[in-house]
């Protein structure tokens, strides 16, 4: 994806939580965003989805802008795939019944092709086994992984993953990160927050570090993780690295 990102500014009440992020990508698979907490990232995501309304600045997708008005947003988050930290999933409906039911009502599938393509793509994270359980009947590693079915059944051009295992056990966190990585593998695009930061190193082309609304440096993890320029990101990844 091409993606850009021009002066974006977003507050809540008095406190300025984007404050001029500006970024510019000409072709990135995975876009990781790493920083602090609060430093602004789950915002930014949520912009990028179209979830949230910046006060000011521009996100361009593939050359198209996000215009940031309810009727065209309706259309662009049909495009994105969202999985979040926690609550992916309806809990009362079975995990099948979590994958169909978008298709269904917001991207109007008939109920056999939604059928159709669940089960699809339920097969092929070798997840049917748990198709007919409801979310309080899976592991939390389980639970994501339908989550992330969900999200790529509705063939989206853009993945935005917040966190996604934060949740999790070590042992969940991996079954989780293998799947992401098979999706990057088949060249799907991402913009994933994580504090898993091998993990970002290894499937990331880029690395935005976000702290206090303002990108403090991106680059390829190369150089933004191993060799970071700037104070702010030396002073987080010594904290994070450290236990
Ligand atoms: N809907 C909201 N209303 C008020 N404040 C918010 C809201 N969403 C986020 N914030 C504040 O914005 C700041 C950045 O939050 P967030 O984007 O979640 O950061 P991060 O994901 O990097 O931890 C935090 O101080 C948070 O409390
Ligand atoms: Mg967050």
Redesign the pocket.
């Known amino acids: 994806m091409k993606l850009a990102i021009q002066k974006l500014r977003k507050s ?2 008095h ?1 300025v ?1 984007l404050d001029d992020v500006s970024l510019s990508l000409e072709k990135v698979h995975t876009l990781a965003l790493i ?10 995501l949520r912009v990028i989805a179209g979830l949230e309304r910046p006060d000011q600045g521009e996100v361009w997708l593939n050359d198209s802008q996000i215009v940031f008005q309810e009727k065209l947003l309706r259309g662009h988050r049909r495009t994105v795939g969202t999985v979040f930290q926690t609550f992916n999933l309806f809990p009362h409906l079975t995990a099948f019944a979590n994958v169909t039911l978008p298709l269904e009502k917001v991207h109007e599938y008939t109920p056999q092709n939604a059928r159709e393509s669940a089960t699809e793509i339920l097969e092929r994270f070798q997840l049917m086994e748990h198709a007919h359980k409801q979310p309080a009947q899976l592991s939390g590693g389980q639970r994501q992984r339908i989550a992330i079915a969900r999200a790529v059944a509705i063939k989206p051009k853009l993945l935005l993953f917040d966190e996604p295992t934060s949740a999790l056990d070590p042992e969940m966190t991996g079954e989780v990160l293998d799947l992401i990585e098979e999706l990057r593998e088949e060249g799907r695009d991402f913009v994933l ?1 994580t504090h898993q930061m091998g993990f970002a190193h290894r499937v990331a082309d880029q690395i935005a570090i ?1 702290s206090q609304g303002r990108i403090v440096e991106c680059g390829p993890p190369l150089q933004v993780l191993d060799q970071p320029k700037e104070e702010v990101t030396k002073q987080f990844l010594s904290r994070i690295l450290k236990y």
């Open positions: 809540f009440g406190q939580v920083g602090p907490s609060g430093g602004g990232k789950s915002t930014l927050v976000l």
